[in-house]
């Protein structure tokens, strides 16, 4: 069966009658017809700047472009472009800007260039040997801007800047831990962020951050020397300001010293019995040791010439039990009464107080 041609809506529409009814415009027909299939190219290509213009049969088959699927984004945008058919179609044959795509068949994939592109179409019926075509403009968008650069700021040091570090403690000591802050004063200037540095000889750092240190003196020894340094830092190279602290950990206190109180002297020769004379200077003895519960005292017995070592150790002794035992004032605690192997000398007992701490 031949095709009727539709070419536009808006030109005179060409009929070719069959054969049967007009048998003497048989090579007439024949004629027109084939110059029409030779002219459709040449028809289309005319055509190709207009939206949805078709050219087809009427009765067996028609194609319409869709409108296109767009992926990606700006310069990366791709189209995919397919067409909707009416009858029987087959052999698809794609052009983008009159230039035919090899190997697109139901759709065609293609990247375009920001402006107005000409995409067309045509399918063949196999049966009538109708030709269906569309032709549509189709305008791609313009790739994304340039992203907006803000160019960084220009960097400026401080006109002025001083820094202060302090610590909690006045006077710091092995075993203590001692806090540093340091007190920034900066001012002027476009510097950016800053960042505070330390860096510490003697102790050790327990915590720091850009304005606190804490540094533990436990390891540290009594006359050591400590010294903290201290550098605040900006964004821009160069521009710091430093500060430094060093102490020096006390010494202990020296050790008490032990010192002589009054002995007993009236020991008559080989005697070991504590008189009241020896008891009257033990009384004070005793208060003194009351006064301070961490004092000792030292006691060292002496023989005379023709005495034996025994009769001066027994005299320091009984002195000892009349302190803690048998006397008075007997409340002290026997640990606190040391007594001494016995010296050669004038027969008295010797004294020594021993305040807390002495040797």
């Known amino acids: 069966m031949p095709c009727g041609i539709k070419i536009a809506p808006n030109l005179n529409p060409l009929t070719f009658f069959p054969r049967k009814a007009f048998p003497q415009m048989k090579r007439i027909f024949l004629f027109t017809l084939l110059t029409l299939i030779a002219l459709v190219p040449a028809m289309a290509d005319r055509r190709s700047k207009l939206r949805h213009v078709s050219m087809g049969t009427s009765a067996s088959v028609s194609i319409k472009i869709n409108t296109p699927e767009i992926t990606g984004n700006c310069e990366h945008q791709q189209f995919t472009f397919s067409a909707s058919i009416t009858g029987n179609g087959e052999n698809h044959h794609w052009k983008v800007d009159g230039q035919p795509v090899a190997g697109a068949i139901d759709a065609v994939l293609t990247k375009l260039s920001p402006g107005t592109h000409t995409i067309s179409v045509e399918v063949h019926d196999p049966v009538t040997k109708c030709v269906a075509y569309d032709s549509a403009n189709f305008e791609a968008a313009a790739p994304c801007p340039d992203p907006i650069v803000i160019p960084p700021p220009t960097r400026t040091c401080f006109t002025s800047g001083s820094v202060m570090l302090e610590k909690n403690l006045e006077t710091p000591s092995q075993g203590d831990v ?182």
């Open 178 to 359: 001692v806090t540093i802050r340091a007190n920034n004063t900066l001012s002027g200037g476009d510097y950016g962020h800053t960042e505070g540095a330390w860096l510490v000889n003697g102790g050790e750092v327990v915590s720091s951050n850009s304005s606190e240190l804490k540094l533990d003196l436990t390891k540290a020894s009594p006359g050591q020397s400590v010294s903290i340094s201290y550098s605040l830092k900006t964004e821009l190279a160069g521009c710091e300001t430093k500060s430094e602290l060093s102490f020096t950990l006390p010494l202990p206190p020296p050790s008490p010293t032990p010192r002589d109180l009054t002995p007993c002297t009236s020991f008559k020769l080989n005697q070991t019995r504590v008189d009241n004379a020896c008891k009257a200077i033990l009384e004070g003895v005793t208060r003194q040791l009351q006064e301070d519960v961490a004092s000792r005292i030292i006691l060292t017995g002496t023989f005379r010439k023709g005495e034996k070592a025994s009769v001066g150790l027994e005299r320091a002794n009984n002195i000892k039990s009349v302190l803690t035992v048998t006397g008075i004032f007997a409340t002290l605690d026997g640990n606190r009464v040391q007594v001494q192997p016995a010296q050669s000398g004038d027969g008295a007992v010797k004294i020594t107080y021993l305040p807390p701490g002495a040797k």
